[in-house]
């Protein structure tokens, strides 16, 4: 059997449901059709990785402030 592979859109948009929290992850999950542990796997690993949208906005910053430099 083999695995499914889902694209990032799709995991980002089960991942923005899942934070509204108007469903809860079982729905979100039998919605979609995937595993209810998978929802909250990948919720998991978007909030972690959050803050990484906010550091790639500085460092583009940096480049262009050292480029004014040189």
Same mark, same amino acid.
């Given at each position: 059997?083999?695995?499914?592979?889902?694209?990032?859109?799709?995991?980002?948009?089960?991942?923005?449901?899942?934070?509204?929290?108007? +469903?809860?992850?079982? +729905?979100?999950?039998? #919605?979609?059709?995937?595993?209810?542990?998978?929802?909250?796997?990948?919720?998991?690993?978007?909030?972690?990785?959050?803050?990484?949208?906010?550091?790639?906005? #500085?460092?583009?910053?940096?480049?262009?402030?050292?480029?004014?430099?040189?």
């Amino acid at each position: 059997m083999k695995r499914k592979i889902f694209s990032s859109a799709f995991k980002t948009k089960v991942v923005l449901e899942a934070l509204k929290e108007r +469903d809860s992850v079982k +729905d979100i999950a039998l #919605k979609h059709k995937i595993h209810p542990q998978q929802v909250s796997n990948w919720k998991r690993e978007f909030t972690s990785k959050a803050t990484l949208v906010f550091d790639s906005g #500085k460092r583009s910053k940096k480049s262009e402030a050292e480029q004014e430099r040189d």
